[in-house]
T-cell receptor, first 112, second 115 residues
């Protein structure tokens, strides 16, 4: 898995958009960008993934730069329940090496 | 609930005792993973199964650890002669590997405290 770099922590006001950056400058052509989050004392929760194109689902949007060296996870209207550690992971999808290598992630704190 | 199920959620044991955790993956998921997470760190990969075959083991999985998935459905992770350093959350995850693979979903974890 390619190494990813994320800020240690970020703050966001409730109701505002939270934009979480991730650098993955050594990402390979077959590696996807995955985002998970982990609320205190719970298991990681899948949020979204993408390869080249921007992706959106009911939880978030994922913006991947054209050179694929960085990405941004966007939570459009952050709530207090979005306070969590957010992990950005670059990993090949499928195959015998398909597993996720977690870093320390970004602690997002949503403030009232 | 059709998610990944883990049991027990919390276990306190004395040093030297054996403990076993069980994981029931999402129905029809053929891949099953075990991770360990200590305070302040991200989850660390331990091992994974495709069906009943254990395909990869991390160097973190010492000889005191053994994982099984006898019928390709549920899995158990046993830790023998527990040590205080084994205190952690043990996470199970599953996915459906078809062709290019699929998303990995995690359970809520099993917390182990060795006293």
């Amino acid at each position: 898995d390619a190494k990813t770099t994320q800020p240690t922590s970020m703050d966001c006001a409730e109701g505002r958009a939270a934009n979480l950056p991730c650098n993955h400058s050594t990402i390979s052509g077959n590696e996807y960008v995955y985002w998970y989050r982990q609320i205190h004392s719970q298991g990681p929760q899948y949020i979204i993934h993408g390869l080249k194109n921007n992706e959106t689902n009911e939880m978030a949007s994922l913006i991947i730069t054209e050179d694929r060296k960085s990405s941004t996870l966007i939570l459009p209207h952050a709530t207090l329940r979005d306070t969590a550690v957010y992990y950005c992971i670059a990993s090949a999808r499928g195959g015998s090496n398909y597993k996720l290598t977690f870093g320390k992630g970004t602690l997002l704190t949503v403030n009232p | 609930d059709t998610g990944v199920s883990q049991d027990p959620r919390h276990k306190i044991t004395k040093r030297g005792q054996n403990v076993t955790f069980r994981c029931d993956p999402i129905s029809e998921h053929n891949r099953l993973y075990w991770y360990r997470q200590t305070l302040g760190q991200g989850p660390e990969f331990l091992t994974y199964f495709q069906n009943e075959a254990q395909l990869e083991k991390s160097r973190l999985l010492s000889d005191r650890f053994s994982a099984e998935r006898p019928k390709g459905s549920f899995s158990t992770l046993e830790i023998q002669r527990t040590e205080q350093g084994d205190s952690a959350m043990y996470l199970c995850a599953s996915s459906l590997a078809q062709g290019s693979g699929n998303t990995i979903y995690f359970g809520e974890g099993s917390w182990l405290t060795v006293v």
